[in-house]
């Protein structure tokens, strides 16, 4: 594949095909490598404003920065939260306007906020004292918005300890110190965890907010912004339709629209739109069989070309289940006690361990499915592996929707699949 190939797309008509799609990029790449539906994060975008019309999603660029996902946001009108000066850096080389970012991180470096002064980014998230002093000496102008501690026990993953202020105990207070600077505080953000089925956790945390907006309002703040954060799974489409109907309601309880007439309503969605855009494929390279005296096998272990120091470095990090598939293999319907490792030298490379599944062969195809989510960014160089292939997919209807600047090269996947590549 050229260096070019993340301006390669390929057109799809019809349904969106993960196996076929799998076995024709095989054909152009011998390695692991990602499928990636573009199509499949429009539809989010779709699925949200249809679900949530009054909160606007900003995507969380930390959970996937893949430059053709950011392309793809950016032109169907996504904002976006970014966390670092280098984020902002590459949203703005997509020429996205600035009233479209959030600088989105509590505790920063105080040269990224140099660079959001330099670039106009001037709304950023703030949760205790030391960072309330450096904002006033480097960007007193900046729109500042207080993030509270909010988290549910039932999030995979859990920010409080590390992120938030305490609705009552501490948010009030820096509200106050705030003031006192003449800081323009503008709303008030929370995240309730990542990988959060507790939905009602949001209610609880909107409520929170509204009384953090009345006692803005008795300080002589005026604020503007609520920012629901992010924390919603992204592997299937019915998901929304629960977590909208519940945040939804509490919206319409807490901040009615007839007297919340100019507030805006933000979240930071990650995951949501692009866990179920990628398929990570992956090649058995080695096994191991282990006999009994008898033998009878044991089990099997298998070692591919994708790991937890590549893309499965969730893996150590969360309790999330790995569902490895196999791409057309002879079935006998006889299963063995099985291991799969990832590539590398270090003996905790483990992707899973202790499932059932029929003997595979070296050369046989994994595939892992929703791995769009704090993958790619995550992997490391570790044993000098390279860094995982793409192809993308988009359907013929979208094609439209991308921002020609971008430039993105187009083919069609039936009769151009070995061209240009
Ligand atoms: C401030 C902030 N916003 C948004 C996100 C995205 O969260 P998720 O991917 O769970 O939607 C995170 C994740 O850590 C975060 O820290």
């Known amino acids: 594949m050229s260096n070019k190939s993340s301006e390669n797309v390929f057109l799809f008509s019809k349904k969106f095909d993960v196996e076929n799609s799998i076995k024709k990029t095989l054909q152009i790449i011998n390695d692991s490598f990602y499928i990636c539906?573009?199509?499949?994060?429009?539809?989010?975008?779709?699925?949200?404003?249809?679900?949530?019309?009054?909160?606007?999603?900003h995507y969380a660029v930390k959970c996937n920065d893949d430059i053709n996902v950011l392309k793809t946001l950016a032109s169907v009108g996504c904002?976006?939260?970014?966390?670092t000066l280098w984020e902002i850096e590459k949203i703005l080389s997509l020429n996205v306007s600035i009233d479209r970012i959030i600088f989105a991180n509590t505790t920063k470096i105080a040269s990224h906020i140099e660079y959001a002064k330099q670039q106009n980014v001037n709304l950023m998230t703030f949760d205790n004292e030391d960072e309330i002093e450096k904002i006033m000496k480097i960007y007193p102008d900046a729109r500042l918005i207080l993030r509270i501690r909010y988290s549910s026990e039932k999030a995979i993953y859990k920010l409080g300890r590390k992120f938030g202020s305490d609705p009552i105990s501490e948010a009030p207070q820096l509200l106050e110190l705030a003031k006192s600077y003449n800081l323009?505080?503008?709303g008030i953000?929370?995240?309730i965890g990542s990988s959060c089925e507790d939905y009602e956790a949001y209610g609880g945390a909107i409520k929170a907010c509204r009384r953090l907006f009345e006692f803005g309002t008795e300080i002589g703040f005026n604020f503007k912004i609520l920012d629901i954060g992010g924390g919603f799974f992204g592997d299937s489409f019915n998901r929304i339709r629960q977590f909208s109907s519940i945040i939804n309601n509490a919206l319409d309880e807490h901040f009615p629209q007839n007297e919340f007439t100019d507030l805006e309503i933000f979240s930071e969605p990650g995951r949501y739109f692009v866990e179920s855009a990628f398929t990570l494929i992956?090649?058995?390279?080695?096994?191991?069989?282990?006999r009994n005296v008898d033998g009878s096998i044991l089990d099997i272990m298998y070692y591919q070309n994708e790991g937890v120091y590549s893309n499965f470095l969730f893996i150590p990090l969360g309790p999330e289940e790995i569902i490895p598939k196999v791409l057309s293999h002879k079935r006998t319907g006889e299963t063995f006690k099985t291991t799969?490792?990832?590539?590398t030298c270090d003996s905790t490379?483990?992707?899973c361990e202790n499932i059932d599944l029929e003997m595979l062969e070296i050369g046989d195809i994994m595939y892992y499915e929703n791995m769009g989510a704090y993958t790619i960014p995550l992997r490391t160089p570790f044993n000098a592996f390279q860094t995982t292939k793409m192809?993308?997919?988009?359907?013929?209807?979208?094609?439209?929707?991308?921002?020609?600047?971008?430039?993105?090269n187009f083919h069609h996947f039936n009769a151009d699949f070995n061209n240009n590549l």
Not at 39 to 57: A, E
Request: with cysteine.
């Open 37 to 57: 539906n573009l199509s499949d994060v429009i539809q989010k975008q779709k699925d949200w404003l249809k679900y949530m019309p009054r909160v606007k999603p």
């Open 79 to 83: 904002s976006f939260d970014c966390a």
């Open 184 to 186: 323009n505080v503008v």
């Open 189 to 191: 953000s929370f995240h």
């Open 282 to 290: 992956s090649q058995i390279h080695s096994r191991k069989v282990t």
């Open 340 to 343: 799969i490792w990832g590539p």
């Open 349 to 351: 490379d483990k992707v």
């Open 391 to 408: 192809a993308y997919f988009l359907s013929e209807d979208d094609k439209s929707k991308i921002d020609e600047s971008y430039q993105l």
